[in-house]
Structure formats: structure tokens, C-alpha cells
């Protein structure tokens, strides 16, 4: 387990995680006044990419890529940026942006059956137990809203493939020693994502140009900035911070504060289902970050 400074630096980031990537989700509805989802996307990779290149710049980190680190950085980019933005890009199409966002964000329970293959991380009870009220909160989100996936398959399909292939970026990321690259890593990875997108959006995208609003422009650079920039970036310090199957739980609690705040922005519903899943997810957080007081004193 990570010393105690680091866990308590990993919690700290976990709730600026939270705050900037749940209330992303509801700002699509915004955005999509003004932009097709496709343009919005490349909007979004170029200016994050050339906004964390200069930040690099700025701190005087190096921002060469070691020749033995090319092929991991690519399909970490691919899978954690590219893969993840070109599926849910799909999703919202057929399926609400809130649900969309619960299936995206069945990473952990992705994670968990894939990484002690992987990285020959054990999974103890009480992580179990945290998978398990991580995968209710899901299930309470999901199904008073099985009618409108059933009309939407393909909806479902790209939003647990976003969820799985952000599972197995985060595999990619955390096995592999990135030697110090620092912000210049998060830059990369969203400079790498932008060919596929791009080719992606070639085939579906349906490029119909208007004149935007000055909010809709606003909202592109506020989630270009912030959630993208400042949230990848966030992710990133967290899954270093902590064992992989810890890092990959910690962002269950995101989709329901993208319910919560859909509920205050857009005056989406919030009852007994929403309510419930909250509470899951608030158990399955303490279960996998807050250590009992006697394995402390051991660790």
C-alpha cells in the first residue's frame, strides 16, 4: 500500500477527480447546441494537447519520448483517450449522456476481473465487497432505464467498450515505468488519441457547420481546460499513487455526481434509484481507500 502522505495526497486528488469529471457529463448538453459530438471531441484533444504541451514547456520538463517507450505510450493513448472518447462520442447518440456515463464507468469491475492477470494484484475481501456495491450502484442506475437501452443496442455495446477499454489503458498505465515523464505523459497520450478520432469521425460523423453561441464556445474551452486537461492529468497522479485495483474503484463515485449535477443543471430525475446508487457508492469508496485501524498499525 502507498505510504500514508501519498494515500492522503491520492484522496485529495480523487475528490478534485470527482468535482471536474462529474460535472463534465452534463455540460454535453450544452455543447451539443452548438457542435456535433465529433467536432466537439477534436475540439477538445487539440486544444488540451497544445494547452499541456505549453504547461510542460512552462515547468521545464523534457518533453522527448525514450524510444523503449513508444509503443506503450501509443496504446495507452489509444485505449485510455482515443478508444474511450470515440465510443462514448457513439454512445450519446443512442443512449442518454447520464446512462452513457454509468456504463463507461463500469471500468473497475473491468479492471478487477482483468488485472491479477495482469499485474498479480490480490484481491482481499474487502475489495471484493467494494466491487460488489461498485457493480449495485450500476445496477440501480441501469435499470429504471432498461426500456430506453433495450431500443438502443449499440448504445450499450460502445458504453461498457468505453468502460473496457479504459480498463485496459489504466493496465497499460500502471505497469508500465513512464522514467519521470510527468505532465509531458498526459500530453502525449492526448496528442496520440487525435489519428484515430479523426479517423473515426470520417466515417460517422455528419459535419453539418453553424455559427456558435458564445456559451457553447465557452463550455468547449471550460471541459477542453478543465476536465480534459486538469482531469486526465488528475487520473494519471492517482493511478500511480495507488494499487491499480484501488485507483480503477476510486472512479465509481463519478457517475453519480454526473446524476447529481444533471439533476441541478438540467433537472434530470434523482429518486430512490439515484439515491441508493449514491449511497453504494459511497460504501464501495470507504471500503477500497480507508484501511481498518489495525491493518494500518501493520502496513
Known sequence: MPDRSAHTRALALL??????????????????????????????????????????????????????????????????????????????????????????????????????LVLRERLNGRILLALAFGAASVVLLAVPNLRIYADAPLGILCGVGAGLCWALGTLIQKRTDWAGMGLSLTAWQIALSLPPILLASAFFADWQWTVPSWTGVLTVLYIALIPMCIGTATWFAIVGLLPANVAALSSIIVPIVAMVSGKLVLDEPMGAAQLGALACSVVALALALFKPAETARRA
Do not use: C
Request: net charge positive; hydrophobic share 60%; proline share 6%.
Open 15 to 116: 475528490a478534485l477527480l470527482t468535482l471536474v469529471w462529474g460535472t463534465n457529463w452534463p455540460l454535453f448538453a450544452i455543447v451539443l447546441r452548438d457542435f456535433s459530438i465529433w467536432t466537439f471531441r477534436i475540439i477538445v484533444v487539440i486544444i488540451a494537447g497544445v494547452a499541456l504541451f505549453a504547461v510542460s514547456r512552462l515547468r521545464g520538463e523534457s518533453q522527448r519520448v525514450p524510444r523503449h517507450l513508444w509503443a506503450p505510450l501509443a496504446l495507452a493513448s489509444f485505449f485510455n483517450i482515443g478508444v474511450w472518447n470515440i465510443l462514448t462520442a457513439a454512445a450519446v447518440r443512442y443512449i442518454p449522456s447520464g446512462q452513457a456515463a454509468v456504463l463507461a464507468y463500469t471500468m473497475p469491475l473491468w479492471f478487477a476481473l482483468i488485472s491479477p
